[in-house]
């Protein structure tokens, strides 16, 4: 085995074509040789002020022989060895997919040790203005907000990750600018609209019970396909969320709920454990929503996605996502009084600060009878109507 050399130990030299070079020991190779950084210059001053540099930068680094690989060879290795047994299978897919359509083709044959953080923001820069693999017809090839952080926050864990293994001196994603979350308003279904959906699918036997619960509870997409019969509590009426149904490719898989608050026990309108009751005794399925080709597996959330899309489109509702029908429980709840902590642990949510920053989407509508609720109580507290502030003012004198 060679000798070992210690970290920092350096030497300058004039080459043949007349530039200085100096070199500095950053890390050995796996039989003890080390490996080196060159830095160049026109003169040794030049290069003898770039050689102290590089010196504070590895100061106390000692890089492996791994340091030498690529960008794309490092995230592969991450996701196979490192991360294979602590993500979700959906999650999985989701990095392989950011690697594979918006790392790799820019920056996936570069050095580990020559990425710099000039590197990663044009990266993002680039992604941003033009990173959408598909053309949308409106957003052209914008990739948005949201998509730039995913791609952020997820390099910017590997990093971390090749940093502790010796593979580079710091996180070259320290230092980017990402865009700011930049939200959209939450779409919901006004009292008109939600009526009219809730009469919209009587016409839908198969999934009249599924959207109606939905409506009444909330629940994420996953977690209303993912109920058993064991989960429901009919003489509390109450319902345990104790899993969730998340689609992979090839099919489903059944996980834990999203977050540690995820686990939950929500108490059930009447109405909904009288419709579960009578739902039971013509179920044969361990699940509440048993797929409608196998009642021994789930439903799909694919497929009530699906289903839930052509249902507002036959009947004329605006075109919100699944996840609209939450926002809808979530700001009708708060419209008429439920307290953001008792929403939160319905929802599921860590922070009732959180539920009401994303739920109270409050329609002008839902505003004006908040306000005639209140209004109404104050006076009947006082015994009488309130006064303008401007009346008392004269009052006053």
Not at 158 to 185: C, F, M, Q, S
Not at 260 to 282: C, F, H, N, Q, W
Not at 311 to 336: C, E, M, Q
Not at 342 to 349: D, M, S, V, Y
């Amino acid at each position: 085995m060679a000798k070992r050399r210690p970290q920092g130990d350096g030497m300058v030299r004039k080459r043949s074509d007349g530039r200085w070079e100096a070199r500095i020991v950053i890390g050995h190779k796996n039989d003890g040789t080390p490996m080196h950084k060159s830095v160049f210059g026109k003169t040794q001053k030049e290069t003898l002020d770039k050689l102290h540099r590089a010196i504070e930068t590895y100061r106390d680094v000692d890089l492996c022989e791994d340091s030498r690989m690529t960008l794309g060879e490092w995230l592969d290795k991450w996701l196979d060895e490192y991360m294979i047994f602590t993500l979700r299978e959906s999650t999985m897919q989701s990095y392989r997919m950011i690697v594979s359509h918006y790392i790799k083709p820019y920056l996936g044959g570069k050095p580990l040790t020559s990425l710099t953080t000039a590197d990663i923001q044009k990266l993002y820069n680039k992604l941003k203005k033009e990173g959408r693999v598909r053309e949308d017809p409106i957003k052209g090839k914008t990739l948005a907000d949201s998509m730039v952080r995913g791609i952020h926050m997820m390099l910017h864990e590997a990093l971390d990750a090749a940093v502790k293994e010796r593979l580079i001196v710091r996180n070259p994603t320290n230092g980017t600018t990402v865009p700011k979350p930049n939200y959209p308003d939450k779409q919901v279904l006004d009292d008109g609209q939600l009526e009219k959906f809730l009469g919209m699918i009587e016409a839908y036997p198969d999934w009249r019970d599924f959207f109606y619960t939905e409506c009444m509870t909330g629940l994420r997409k996953g977690e209303i396909c993912g109920l058993r019969w064991e989960d429901l509590n009919e003489a509390e009426g109450k319902l345990s969320v104790a899993r969730q149904v998340i689609p992979v490719r090839g099919g489903i898989t059944v996980s834990d709920p999203k977050t540690d608050t995820g686990i939950r026990t929500i108490v059930l309108p009447e109405s909904v454990v009288r419709m579960l009751k009578e739902r039971k005794k013509a179920i044969g399925s361990e699940w509440i929503f048993p797929s409608l080709r196998d009642a021994e597996k789930p439903i799909n959330p694919n497929t009530a996605y699906g289903t839930f899309k052509r249902i507002i489109k036959k009947a004329g509702l605006p075109d919100i996502p699944f996840h609209g029908l939450r926002h809808t429980y979530a700001t009708h709840s708060i419209a008429v009084g439920v307290d953001e902590k008792t929403l939160a642990k319905e929802l599921g949510h860590t922070k009732p600060g959180f539920t009401l920053d994303c739920y109270a989407h409050v329609t002008e509508e839902m505003q004006k009878r908040a306000s005639e609720v209140t209004g109404n109580a104050l006076e009947k507290i006082l015994g009488k109507e309130l006064k303008p502030w401007a009346d008392e003012r004269t009052d006053k004198g």
